[in-house]
Nanobody, 121 residues
Framework: VQLVESGGGLVQPGGSLRLSCAAS????????MYWVRQAPGKGPEWVST????????RYSDSVKDRFTSSRDNAKGTLYLQMNNLKPEDTAVYFC???????????????WGQGTQVTVSS
């Protein structure tokens, strides 16, 4: 099983980034998918949840209306489009999965290794 995030980097405030999470080794198309981030010195923060078909996503209040999660089940890939980035979005971003919906990150089945996003001028 692998979840491999990519697309992180350094971006100026107000800029955009698109993260990808490539999945393999499990039934991606039947899995709920999540984005979670962890800022320096802080605990993990849930960012978004996307259902198996990709038709529904939920977002934390801190990213709602700026971030969009989507997925391509044919490619086994989850995406996070991040617009109007702010310095407080600086964090390591992780994707995770579960076969059943949960709002508890400790119940996620698989996690990626994370990709660093830094928002700074």
């Amino acid at each position: 099983v692998q979840l491999v995030e990519s697309g992180g980097g350094l971006v100026q405030p107000g800029g955009s980034l698109r993260l990808s999470c490539a999945a393999s080794g499990f039934n991606f198309s039947r899995s709920w998918m999540y984005w979670v981030r962890q800022a320096p010195g802080k605990g993990p923060e849930w960012v978004s949840t996307t259902n198996a078909s990709g038709g529904r996503s939920r977002y934390s209040d801190s990213v709602k209306d700026r971030f969009t999660s989507s997925r391509d089940n044919a490619k086994g890939t989850l995406y996070l489009q991040m617009n109007n980035l702010k310095p407080e979005d600086t964090a390591v971003y992780f994707c995770a999965s579960s076969y059943y919906y949960t709002d508890r990150s400790y119940e996620y089945d698989y996690w990626g290794q994370g990709t660093q996003v830094t928002v700074s001028s």
